[in-house]
């Protein structure tokens, strides 16, 4: 849903990528930089430091937003960058809720749930638009929505962050069932 309002932002994402061109920073580096940041908020949360995860995770998440504009803007873009990027959001997501797991805010099994919703959600999209369904960008809860909740949550306390991950969990599993819905609207034969 929020990516849809990513075109009302490029000017800006433009502007702070502008300076990394100059100096040469690739997409993929930045790529690399926004996991580790991801890394280092799912440490926070294993620590259970949620407001200093969550304030970690969002500026890990402003950072993901620029090695795709920084690849547009110098002519970068890679089929090997779209993996990269995308397997790195899985890691990601999974390391964060296996902190916050770890960390004891959730029960794990709550975290295993939603870790696979939030991964079939992103596994569904590909394996649909691999069969020819066009983009499925579709559903109530994509990527930045979730890590948006969860953000949310964490930055009213320790003991908000299992809300945070029950609703995740709820929207993600809406979302895979969307787009399994919406897939079988386009590829049904």
């Known amino acids: 849903m929020l990516n849809q309002y990513r075109e009302n932002v490029r000017g800006y994402l433009e502007a702070i990528v502008r300076p990394l061109a100059k ?7 930045i790529t690399v930089v926004g996991l580790l940041i991801s890394l280092l908020g799912a440490y926070l949360f294993y620590l259970r430091s949620p407001r200093l995860a969550a304030l970690v995770l969002l500026i890990g998440s402003a950072i993901d937003a620029l ?3 920084l690849a547009r803007m110098t002519g970068k873009v ?3 960058g779209a993996f990269l990027d995308s397997t790195f959001d899985r890691i990601s997501d999974g390391a964060v809720l296996f902190g916050i797991a770890l960390g004891n805010l959730v029960d794990w099994r709550w975290a295993f749930l939603t870790f696979m919703g939030a991964y079939l959600v992103s596994y569904g999209r590909c394996r649909a638009e691999l069969a020819g369904s066009g983009k499925l960008a579709v559903g109530i809860a994509e990527r930045a929505e979730r890590l948006l909740i969860l953000i949310a949550f964490s ?4 003991e908000y962050v299992k809300w945070g991950v029950y609703l995740v969990c709820v929207l993600a ?3 895979v069932f969307q787009r399994m819905w919406a897939a079988y609207q386009r590829l049904k034969e």
């Not at 100096?23 to 580096?29: M, S």
């Not at 930055?155 to 320790?158: E, R």
């Open 23 to 29: 100096a040469g920073v690739t997409p993929n580096t």
């Open 173 to 175: 599993w809406i979302t």
């Open 78 to 80: 890679s089929r090997f």
């Open 67 to 69: 090695d795709g504009t």
């Open 155 to 158: 930055l009213a306390g320790a």
